[in-house]
Protein backbone atom coordinates (compact mmCIF):
# COMPACT_ATOMS: atom_id res chain seq x y z
CA UNK A 1 0.00 0.00 0.00
CA UNK A 2 1.42 4.16 -1.17
CA UNK A 3 1.55 5.80 2.08
CA UNK A 4 3.06 8.44 3.77
CA UNK A 5 3.03 9.00 7.36
CA UNK A 6 3.99 12.00 9.26
CA UNK A 7 4.95 12.60 12.79
CA UNK A 8 6.60 15.18 14.85
CA UNK A 9 4.25 17.89 14.92
CA UNK A 10 2.82 19.57 18.28
CA UNK A 11 2.66 22.49 20.28
CA UNK A 12 5.47 24.89 20.70
CA UNK A 13 6.30 28.00 22.06
CA UNK A 14 7.96 30.97 19.61
CA UNK A 15 11.57 30.67 19.07
CA UNK A 16 11.07 26.80 19.62
CA UNK A 17 11.96 23.86 17.01
CA UNK A 18 10.18 20.93 16.06
CA UNK A 19 11.59 18.05 13.23
CA UNK A 20 8.50 16.40 11.16
CA UNK A 21 9.32 13.54 9.79
CA UNK A 22 7.49 11.56 6.82
CA UNK A 23 8.11 8.03 6.44
CA UNK A 24 7.38 6.70 2.78
CA UNK A 25 6.27 3.01 2.31
CA UNK A 26 4.55 1.35 -0.70
CA UNK A 27 6.99 2.49 -3.43
CA UNK A 28 10.43 3.87 -3.60
CA UNK A 29 10.84 7.10 -2.53
CA UNK A 30 14.42 8.32 -3.74
CA UNK A 31 12.83 8.32 -7.39
CA UNK A 32 10.76 11.12 -6.49
CA UNK A 33 11.70 14.73 -5.04
CA UNK A 34 9.51 14.93 -1.57
CA UNK A 35 8.38 18.55 -0.47
CA UNK A 36 6.48 19.63 3.02
CA UNK A 37 3.64 21.69 2.53
CA UNK A 38 1.39 23.51 4.85
CA UNK A 39 -2.17 24.93 5.21
CA UNK A 40 -2.87 27.18 7.72
CA UNK A 41 -6.92 27.95 8.45
CA UNK A 42 -8.53 29.76 5.83
CA UNK A 43 -5.59 30.05 3.76
CA UNK A 44 -4.66 28.10 0.49
CA UNK A 45 -1.71 25.32 0.94
CA UNK A 46 1.41 26.50 0.01
CA UNK A 47 4.76 24.85 -0.58
CA UNK A 48 7.37 25.37 2.11
CA UNK A 49 10.19 23.35 1.32
CA UNK A 50 11.25 20.86 -1.32
CA UNK A 51 13.90 18.36 -2.40
CA UNK A 52 15.18 16.70 -5.31
CA UNK A 53 15.12 12.79 -5.82
CA UNK A 54 17.91 11.55 -5.33
CA UNK A 55 18.85 14.82 -2.65
CA UNK A 56 20.95 16.66 -5.00
CA UNK A 57 19.12 20.53 -4.24
CA UNK A 58 16.57 22.10 -1.57
CA UNK A 59 14.43 24.85 -2.08
CA UNK A 60 12.38 26.85 0.59
CA UNK A 61 10.06 29.41 0.79
CA UNK A 62 10.95 33.07 1.63
CA UNK A 63 9.31 32.72 4.35
CA UNK A 64 11.14 29.55 6.08
CA UNK A 65 14.50 30.31 4.57
CA UNK A 66 17.07 30.44 6.76
CA UNK A 67 15.15 28.71 9.36
CA UNK A 68 13.66 25.73 8.21
CA UNK A 69 16.11 22.76 6.46
CA UNK A 70 14.35 20.10 4.46
CA UNK A 71 16.48 16.32 4.54
CA UNK A 72 16.21 13.08 3.26
CA UNK A 73 17.16 9.52 3.82
CA UNK A 74 16.69 7.07 1.10
CA UNK A 75 18.05 4.19 2.64
CA UNK A 76 15.43 4.42 5.28
CA UNK A 77 12.46 6.18 2.58
CA UNK A 78 12.32 8.92 4.67
CA UNK A 79 11.91 12.81 4.18
CA UNK A 80 12.85 15.37 7.58
CA UNK A 81 11.86 18.79 8.13
CA UNK A 82 13.28 20.53 11.00
CA UNK A 83 12.46 23.71 11.71
CA UNK A 84 14.04 26.13 13.83
CA UNK A 85 13.03 29.82 15.24
CA UNK A 86 9.64 29.02 14.91
CA UNK A 87 6.63 32.00 14.91
CA UNK A 88 3.22 31.79 15.21
CA UNK A 89 2.51 32.45 11.45
CA UNK A 90 3.93 29.01 11.26
CA UNK A 91 1.40 27.44 12.77
CA UNK A 92 -0.16 25.32 9.91
CA UNK A 93 -1.07 21.55 9.05
CA UNK A 94 2.14 20.45 7.51
CA UNK A 95 1.75 17.62 4.16
CA UNK A 96 3.99 15.78 3.16
CA UNK A 97 3.90 15.54 -0.68
CA UNK A 98 5.62 13.29 -3.17
CA UNK A 99 6.21 14.00 -6.97
CA UNK A 100 7.06 12.57 -9.81
CA UNK A 101 6.73 13.73 -13.04
CA UNK A 102 3.74 11.56 -15.36
CA UNK A 103 2.65 9.86 -11.81
CA UNK A 104 -0.22 11.28 -9.85
CA UNK A 105 1.11 13.06 -6.57
CA UNK A 106 1.08 11.05 -2.89
CA UNK A 107 0.16 12.97 -0.25
CA UNK A 108 -0.04 12.15 3.71
CA UNK A 109 -2.66 12.67 5.95
CA UNK A 110 -0.99 15.53 8.15
CA UNK A 111 0.79 16.60 11.07
CA UNK A 112 -0.60 19.93 12.92
CA UNK A 113 2.11 22.69 14.12
CA UNK A 114 0.98 25.00 16.61
CA UNK A 115 3.25 27.93 17.42
CA UNK A 116 2.11 29.83 20.62
CA UNK A 117 3.15 31.02 24.09
Known amino acids: QVQLVESGGGLVQPGGSLRLSCAAS????????MRWYRQAPGKERELVAG????????NYADSVKGRFTISRDNAKNTVHLQMNGLKPEDTAVYYC??????????WGQGTQVTVSS
Open 51 to 58: ISSPGGST
Open 97 to 106: NAYRRWLPDL
Open 26 to 33: GFTSSTYA
